[in-house]
């Protein structure tokens, strides 16, 4: 993208927004990274449940977020880092959602309270605080260009997916090389016009930002738990009724040759008291 080429080598400097939020934030990326949820995608285990579930809260975040930033763009402290050709993700979860649970894959939305409180969030700084979008928008994107790359090549082997279809989430178009994006996304932060209360307010919220992540992805843990146990238990519940009643009445042999004993017996019966 053109906006890649404008670019030239970064400068680091800890006094920068790009890395002191990275500071700030290295110990939630940790707690992040080391949740249940990123655990099994790390490892090559994540499940469809799971993926599913996490794109139906990906998908009432991003509306949040995008929202507050379309209708924040012009704002001084989000015009900068405002890439919506590059970067937006909901148009892509919406492909994915409908390939995973059909057309009316919006009645299907499923998401925990945690993924509310987010959204709750999201919405309240985009009304009142648009200078925190930047902490929020950072989280995300530049995760999702970071880590997020080797997850969604990793979730495509773990599930079995044969095409890359149902995956439009991991899949920047707009963007040729991750690592340039960032740097220009970087330096476009550090060019931002902050107060020092408005610079340790956003340092504040990307550290809120990464806590509402993890609450969603603990909160999604729990709601597949939940999910498995209601199947087990039906499973259970199936098993045992199918031991000697349910046998009985669903095999259609054994039901043919109890009605004709029953039968038999009442005949004789008959006979007997003649
Ligand atoms: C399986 C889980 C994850 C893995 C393996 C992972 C891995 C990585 C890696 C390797 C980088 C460094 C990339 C670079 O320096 O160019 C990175 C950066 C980043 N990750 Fe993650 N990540 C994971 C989860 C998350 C989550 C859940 C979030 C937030 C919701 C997140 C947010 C970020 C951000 C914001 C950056 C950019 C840091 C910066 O350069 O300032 N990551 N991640």
Same mark, same amino acid.
């Given at each position: ?22 500071? $700030? ?10 949740t249940e949820l990123m655990l099994s995608f790390q490892r090559g285990q994540v499940t469809l449940s799971q993926f599913k579930l996490l794109l139906c809260s990906l998908y009432? =975040?991003?509306?949040? *977020? ?15 880092? @405002? ?6 993700r +909901?148009?892509s979860i919406k492909k994915d959602l409908e390939y995973f649970y059909g057309q009316?894959w919006?009645?299907k =939305?499923a ?6 409180? @987010? ?7 985009? *009304?009142?605080?648009?200078?925190? +979008?930047?902490?929020?928008? @950072? ?5 999702d *260009?970071?880590g997020g790359q080797v997850l969604g090549r990793i979730a495509q082997k773990s599930m079995g997916l044969k095409t890359s279809d149902g995956l439009s989430f991991f899949a920047f ?6 690592? +340039?994006?960032?740097?220009? @996304? ?5 060019? +931002? ?22 609450? $969603?992805f603990?909160?999604l843990q729990?709601m597949l738990r939940?999910t498995e146990?209601?199947r087990s $238990?039906?499973s ?23 009605? *004709? ?9 008959? =006979?007997?008291?003649?």
């Amino acid at each position: 993208m053109e906006t890649e080429k404008m670019m030239t080598a970064e400068q680091i400097d800890d006094r920068d927004l790009s890395e002191q939020i990275k500071n $700030v934030t290295k110990e939630s990326h940790i707690r992040a990274e080391t949740t249940e949820l990123m655990l099994s995608f790390q490892r090559g285990q994540v499940t469809l449940s799971q993926f599913k579930l996490l794109l139906c809260s990906l998908y009432e =975040i991003y509306q949040a *977020l995008e929202e507050a930033m379309d209708r924040n763009s012009d704002h001084p402290s989000v015009a900068p880092i @405002y890439f919506p050709a590059e970067l937006a993700r +909901l148009e892509s979860i919406k492909k994915d959602l409908e390939y995973f649970y059909g057309q009316d894959w919006k009645e299907k =939305i499923a998401v925990p309270a945690a993924t509310k409180r @987010y959204c709750h969030r999201l919405r309240q700084i985009g *009304l009142e605080n648009p200078e925190l +979008l930047v902490a929020h928008a @950072y989280t995300r994107y530049l995760g999702d *260009l970071s880590g997020g790359q080797v997850l969604g090549r990793i979730a495509q082997k773990s599930m079995g997916l044969k095409t890359s279809d149902g995956l439009s989430f991991f899949a920047f178009p707009g963007v040729s090389s991750p690592n +340039l994006f960032k740097q220009l @996304y970087r330096s476009r932060m550090n060019c +931002l016009e902050l107060t020092e209360e408005q610079r340790n307010g956003v340092l504040e919220e990307a550290v809120q930002a990464f806590e509402f992540n993890i609450q $969603v992805f603990e909160d999604l843990q729990k709601m597949l738990r939940v999910t498995e146990n209601r199947r087990s $238990v039906d499973s259970t519940a199936t098993h045992s009724l199918r031991m000697p009643g349910t046998l009985i009445s669903s095999s259609p042999l054994i039901r043919l040759i109890l009605g *004709l004993f029953v039968a038999l017996a009442t005949v004789s019966a008959g =006979i007997y008291a003649l």
